[in-house]
T-cell receptor, first 115, second 109 residues
């Protein structure tokens, strides 16, 4: 069973459209994240939810709206897509482990291409 | 500001040893992580250091010096499957991960 699953894996769309990416984790983790990885491979945190509550909201355009219906799901909706939104979006979840480390488990990524 | 520096790319030979360095500057420190990311795939957790010293885990070891803001990942007995990007990330005082751009490791036969 996939631990963190996100859909779709690939998304190609036109500028100005609205799209959503869904994420689900079956690890029982309390915290979920959305990351953006651009062409230079930097991973940038966008949002973090803990038990459905928003705890991190980085400087992200308000065209991006996360929604967490329950602690196992964190979806990302993007309005009025722009060329610069093209990237790979990773969902992740975490729980503090025995070592005290907050280890992230990532989904396979959703590659968004805006034309 | 917060910053993570690691080399962009390294090349090594199958069977050899390679050391990937990472220096970090973050607001506070709650540990240093290494992740492996194969092309087109998700990052996967390799190691976590919060105390100074070397942590060994099979062919991979990770070292931390908090006073120097420095870590390295040591890969021994390199295999072709180790070709990947290796991401260094520091956790700051707010428990947020600050990521480096990753080091692309190329293994040659």
């Amino acid at each position: 069973d996939t631990a963190v699953s996100q859909t779709p894996k690939y998304l190609v769309t036109q500028m100005g459209n609205d799209k959503s990416i869904k994420c689900e984790q079956n690890l029982g983790h309390d915290t979920m994240y959305w990351y953006k990885q651009d062409s230079k491979k930097f991973l940038k945190i966008m949002f973090s939810y803990n038990n459905k509550e928003l705890i991190i909201n980085e400087t992200v355009p308000n065209r991006f709206s996360p929604k967490s219906p329950d602690k196992a799901h964190l979806n990302l909706h993007i309005n009025s897509l722009e060329l610069g939104d093209s990237a790979v979006y990773f969902c992740a979840s975490s729980q503090v482990g025995y070592s005290g480390a907050n280890v992230l488990t990532f989904g396979a990524g959703s590659r968004l291409t805006v034309l | 500001g917060q910053n993570i520096d690691q080399p962009t790319e390294m090349t090594a030979t199958e069977g050899a040893i390679v050391q990937i360095n990472c220096t970090y500057q973050t607001s506070g420190f709650n540990g240093l992580f290494w992740y492996q990311q194969h092309a087109g795939e998700a990052p996967t957790f390799l190691s976590y250091n919060v105390l100074d010293g070397l942590e060994e885990k099979g062919r991979f070891s990770s070292f931390l010096s908090r006073s120097k803001g420095y870590s390295y990942l040591l890969l021994k007995e390199l295999q072709m499957k180790d070709s990947a990007s290796y991401l260094c990330a520091s956790m700051d005082s707010n428990y947020q991960l600050i990521w480096g751009a990753g080091t692309k490791l190329i293994i040659k036969p």
